[in-house]
């Protein structure tokens, strides 16, 4: 599986680690920056994630900002992109087996980065449940369309 990873120069450090975590369990990473800690625009990273993630070039994305807010604003604006700012793991776990989300946000500047590691694991370990759900992930593809 191919995870993309992007992040804005105030999660340089968290996205290293979780990098490095994701490895070491085995995915494959693409590493879209940025990898400086000078001030950069946020919406330039969630944007990138959200299109390696919309042209198939990864599986899922994974985005960190200061907040996971901005970032993920700016994935979600990308067509296909369905994204979850979690803060823990429990709502990280149900986004995927509810809303089938394919791109992960969160703040380095929120949580730390054993907390990070739970989120991401709840995050790539459960599966859509597709069922009842189908129709209302079908639903939200269509405000797209209008
Ligand atoms: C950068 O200072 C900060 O605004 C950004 O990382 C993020 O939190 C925005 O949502």
Same mark, same amino acid.
């Given at each position: ?6 992040? =804005?120069?105030?999660?340089? =450090? %968290? #996205? #290293? &680690? ?6 070491? !369990?085995?995915?494959? &990473?693409? @590493?879209?920056?940025? @990898?400086?800690?000078?001030?950069? =625009? ?5 944007? !990138?994630? +959200? ?7 990864? =599986? ?9 807010? +901005? ?5 979600? !604006?990308? #067509? ?12 990280? *776990? ?14 380095? *500047?929120?949580?730390?980065?054993? %907390?990070? !590691? %739970?989120?991401? @694991? ?22 797209? #369309?209008?």
């Amino acid at each position: 599986m191919k995870i993309a990873i992007g992040n =804005d120069h105030s999660a340089v =450090d %968290m #996205k #290293k &680690v979780i990098l490095e975590y994701l490895e070491s !369990k085995g995915y494959e &990473v693409a @590493d879209l920056g940025t @990898d400086s800690h000078e001030s950069c =625009d946020y919406p330039l990273y969630g944007e !990138k994630v +959200g299109r390696a993630v919309a042209s198939g070039e990864a =599986d899922y994305g994974i985005a960190i900002c200061g907040t996971g807010i +901005g970032i993920g604003i700016a994935a979600g !604006k990308v #067509k296909g992109i369905r994204v979850c700012t979690c803060s823990e793991p429990y709502s990280a *776990r149900l986004s995927r087996m509810h809303n089938n989300t394919n791109v992960l946000t969160f703040g380095a *500047r929120v949580v730390g980065t054993e %907390m990070a !590691k %739970m989120i991401v @694991d709840e995050w790539l370990e459960n599966a859509y449940e597709g069922g009842r759900h189908e129709r209302r992930v079908t639903q939200l593809m269509e405000i797209e #369309k209008r």
